[in-house]
């Protein structure tokens, strides 16, 4: 299995940026869909932004035109881009390879109003 993981989250105020990264150990980016996904506490887990091996990109509603999810395939490294953040952003973020159940360890994001 390859091990992902994830680094890149902090405390930042409302309005600010986080770069997330996501390293994988292997070569899976091009051979199929990764996604970012966030957990608050008490709330599930829920898909934040997906890229297809093709490089085609889906986001939730909540975070479309603020997230640019990306890859680089031949770092083997995937990114979240969060623009101008928001107290509902604050979850832990996490690194998934999709159609496997194969998650990274999370990484805080904290939004400050």
């Known amino acids: 299995q390859v091990h992902l993981v994830e680094s890149g989250g902090g405390l930042v105020q409302a309005g600010g940026s986080l770069r997330l990264s996501c390293v994988a150990s292997?070569?899976?980016?091009?051979?199929?869909?990764m996604g970012w996904y966030r957990q608050a506490p008490g709330e599930q887990r829920d898909l934040v932004a997906a890229i297809t091996s093709g490089g085609i990109t889906t986001y939730a509603d909540s975070v479309k035109g603020r997230f640019t999810i990306s890859r680089d395939t031949v770092k083997n490294t995937m990114f979240l881009q969060m623009n101008s953040l928001k107290p509902a952003d604050t979850a832990v973020y996490y690194c998934h390879q999709e159609g496997y159940d194969n998650w990274g360890q999370g990484t805080q994001v904290s939004v400050s109003s």
């Open positions: 292997g070569s899976i980016f091009n051979s199929g869909a």
